[in-house]
């Protein structure tokens, strides 16, 4: 199936200091990219894929699970981590799961990770008949385009398929489980008002991890998708700075410098 326009996968060389960027469940790399553009303009290599079973249609999702989302991102980092001297991992809702994994997982690889209404928890009565429930209905409504910006808008399913939903249950449980092994610095930024992933889920991951370098900044403009609501310049801004005050020596020189061509969309 073709990608629908906007959700194809970003790269960037660039310097150093590297970033992967995780989007989130039903979602696209378009909720994420002009994150990731911001922090290409400053001279950073980024990487923003897209995972599979996503960007093209809700049905093709149903054949994927989060063993291929994480083996998605996973492949990545280890791209970045040969390539340049300091990887950070940021991601959005579910993205922000597989950071957190890939923290947990990795240990010193990731320099630090930023985390944008990280989903922890799929709740509800409908989580407990996820397991029942999907192999009797294909799909239910979606969650894309939770925005509070006027006219902005989520590339993403109208659809969320049951069957990955009942794996990103699973997926949530295994991440839990894993969050006192993350120990890197952490950047949490979440929205109050989220019609998606409730403030409990971060408030679960922060008295989770082990980190001691923990920031929480609050979006109090914004909904869940808030990489492309009202707050989206703050959390480009705190991301730039929590990467400078972490790796200043390699970012300085690279500052406000691309190569040009170097931007990619596939």
């Not at 940021?90 to 989903?119: C, E, F, K, Q, Y």
């Not at 249950?169 to 120990?183: C, H, I």
Request: aromatic share 6%; proline share 6%.
């Amino acid at each position: 199936m073709p990608v629908l326009p906007g959700a194809e996968p970003y790269r960037h060389e660039g310097g150093e200091v590297g970033v992967l960027l995780c989007h989130g469940f039903t979602g696209s790399p378009q909720s994420l990219r002009p994150w990731a553009e911001y922090l290409a303009a400053r001279g950073l290599t980024v990487s923003l894929p897209l995972l599979p079973g996503h960007g093209t249609r809700w049905q093709d999702m149903q054949l994927t699970t989060w063993h291929d989302w994480y083996a998605e991102v996973d492949r990545e980092l280890r791209e970045l981590t040969a390539r340049c001297e300091r990887v950070f991992v940021m991601g959005l809702s579910m993205g922000g799961a597989l950071t957190l994994r890939l923290a947990a997982r990795h240990g010193d690889a990731v320099s630090g990770i930023v985390l944008v209404n990280p989903g922890n928890k799929v709740h509800g009565l409908a989580a407990y008949a996820l397991p029942v429930v999907r192999h009797l209905v294909p799909s239910t409504k979606g969650i894309a385009s939770d925005i509070a910006r006027d006219g902005v808008t989520e590339v993403g399913y109208d659809r969320v398929p049951l069957h990955a939903a009942h794996s990103l249950r699973r997926f949530f449980q295994v991440v839990d489980a894993e969050l006192p092994q993350v120990t890197q610095p952490v950047l949490l930024l979440h929205s109050p008002q989220d019609h998606v992933v409730p403030p409990a889920d971060s408030a679960r991951v922060l008295s989770r991890v082990s980190s001691t370098d923990v920031k929480e900044v609050l979006l109090e403009q914004s909904w869940h998708v808030a990489t492309l609501d009202h707050d989206a310049e703050r959390i480009f801004e705190e991301s730039w700075a929590f990467v400078t005050r972490l790796a200043p020596e390699l970012v300085g020189e690279n500052a406000g410098k691309t190569e040009k061509g170097s931007a990619s969309g596939g």
